[in-house]
């Protein structure tokens, strides 16, 4: 029996808690437990003999080994089998011996690193045995009664980095989400110990000192943000603590290594993405670290080249995503416009690389609502309306690596034309409406046609919809999702520039409209839907303003 037939192997025999005999786990549940008892075990025998301590790979183990492993589990004799209270306290109680006596062993002779090693081995291997402890979430509340919690966190200002990164392991296994949600009071007690004791600062100083040219030193800096996912994932107010106790400062800091891609920055790109999201005190806690010159900077390579693998390609999405959210709070609309973030996003569409989706959908978010006015001006300034129409006038078909459909496309590049209708003013919103007259008006003809195409994709959800089951808010946002909220731009779109262009428009749309057998009667209602639901963005009196402003056109329409 190999390590992998040894993994998979099932018990034949539940395992019993002593103090209760009537409780029975099924026997799938038990399987599970004992192969990860299996592997910690397994892990801990083939332990390096070396003074620094660190694990062999499975394949470098010998045959004795190998039966004794085998043997452990099919006997179900080995010490660490059952976990209760009682083990759980011997465990711990180990653990704080050695932990003690390392202690005072280095304190006792600091420069003589052999007096002390024996102890530290020691320690290293009773933070191997502490792993059985990840399969007993329903104890975790006795953990955290026994003080471990504030003894484990020390250990990660360690002298000996290679006890900080097993303590680092130890905890992400602890935290692991898919044993925390086994048990729902243990989670609780195990996430308010780590919080007391201000985990992620902890956490942080250690990354500060770990050298990830050390391939065991690079792992304890993906267990370490392992833990933060975890933590972040079961709960969200955590993410605000991530940025108090410095990690998004380190996380920029982590960004802007000048190193080959590795799952290490691609890790670092996706807690970024999560703490940002939904977060506006980590959104403006990054503009303050200068944070969105530090994305344009990491997304300035993709102007010209496109992610190597599918990694890759997640990392540039990660960094896209993180450059969105935090674009969605005012004072960083500014940053991105003084960091010359609209020249980045127009060169990379005009470039053509699979940059081009994450850019279209970062104007959207810098150029939307009543707080991108100097960021649509300045586009029209840069000569960003040669490059934003081409890309109106035609879907482009070959949607690399398909990240960005037909119709997100669309919307985004319709939204980015309402926006600069909404915003620009003078002789940028000349330049602007001129483009509608342009080879005989063809860019109306798109209009009409987007607005036939996204309509039908409408009436066929409405036909869908049963009212009776949902109430009004949730139909609405089914229609929205369904093409609705395209179809109300684009209708924008074609009042504004009938409202301020030249009678051809205006004719060009009716000749239109009347080849199609349809009236002006559908997109005054679009309009006048649009127009009761504005949304939250800006105050009140804007959204009143904005909502008088709609009325009148489709009056005038």
Known sequence: MDVGEL????????????????DKDDDVEKGRK????????????????????????????????????VKYVETEQ???????PVTIKK??????????????????????????????????????EMRVLATAPDYYPILVKLQVIPS??????????????ATIELLQELSDVDILNESE???????????????VALLVQNLDRLDEGVKEEADGVHNTLSIIENLTELRREICTECGKQGLLAWLLKRLKLKTPFDQNKLYVSEVLSIILQDNEKNRLLLGELDGIDTLLQQLAFYKRHDPSNAEEHELMENLFNSLCSSLMVVPNRDRFLKGEGLQLMNLMLREKKTSRNGSLKVLDYAMSGVYGKDNCNKFVDILGLRTIFPLFMKTPKKNRKKVLSSEAHEEHVCSIIASMLRNCRGSQRQRLISKFTENDHEKVDRLLELHFKYLEKVEAIDEALDERDENEDENYLKRLEGGLFTLQLVDYIIVEVCAAGPPTIKQRVMQMLNLRGASLKTIRHIMREYAGNLGEEGDKDWRDQEQQHILHLVDKF
């Open 91 to 128: 465990i711990v109680l180990n653990f704080e011996k050695r932990s003690l006596r390392n202690r005072e062993m280095r304190i006792k002779f600091p420069d003589s690193p052999e007096k002390f090693m024996e102890s530290e081995l020691e320690l290293h291997e009773t933070l191997q």
């Open 185 to 199: 009071e243990g989670a609780e007690a195990l996430i308010e110990g780590l919080l007391e004791h201000q985990v």
């Open 152 to 165: 484990l966190l020390e250990l990660l200002a360690h002298d000996n980095t290679d006890i900080a990164v």
């Open 34 to 69: 004992m192969r990860k008892i299996a592997m910690a075990k397994a892990q801990q025998m083939v332990r390096a003999s070396s003074p620094a301590p660190s694990l062999q790979s499975f394949d470098q183990i010998s045959e004795e080994e190998r039966a004794e492993i």
């Open 7 to 22: 993994l998979d192997y099932k018990p034949p025999q539940a395992v019993k808690h002593p103090a209760d005999n009537s």
């Open 78 to 84: 080995a010490e660490g089998e059952v976990v209760d």
